[in-house]
């Protein structure tokens, strides 16, 4: 049975990336978007399914999602404040898991400037 399910989540993530690489073939496109909120809802899956460890770059592979919707105008998946918290999960597990990254610098930078944004948000609210 875990091998079954193994290979269930397996499959989510191979579409969820898949459908992303797709995204990327379009220019500002209504595929775009549906194949950036596929990947979305794929991944979103697969890291629910997962009892245990979760591979850390499909963190920040799914942090990576919103701002590309957003910038398409879309805003039903997703939000800032969750692309801060992937990229967080991101960084704390790859140092739990003494994994390298090349791009911990600018990932940092990144969750640094999300924050500030809401933050800025919250305060002209």
Request: charged share 30%.
């Amino acid at each position: 049975e875990k091998v079954a399910i193994d290979e269930m989540i397996n499959a989510r993530i191979r579409m969820a990336m898949w459908a992303f690489d797709q995204a990327d073939l379009f220019g500002k496109s209504a595929a775009k978007v549906e194949y950036y909120k596929m990947s979305y809802d794929f991944y979103q899956d697969a890291l629910a399914s997962i009892k245990g460890r979760i591979p850390t770059n499909w963190y920040k592979n799914t942090a990576l999602i919103y701002p590309k919707l957003f910038s398409l105008g879309e805003t039903s998946k997703g939000s800032y404040a969750e692309t801060a918290d992937f990229f967080e999960k991101y960084l704390e597990f790859s140092q739990k898991y003494n994994e390298p990254i090349d791009d911990r610098k600018q990932v940092e930078e990144a969750v640094r400037s999300i924050r500030h944004y809401l933050e800025n948000q919250n305060k002209s609210v």
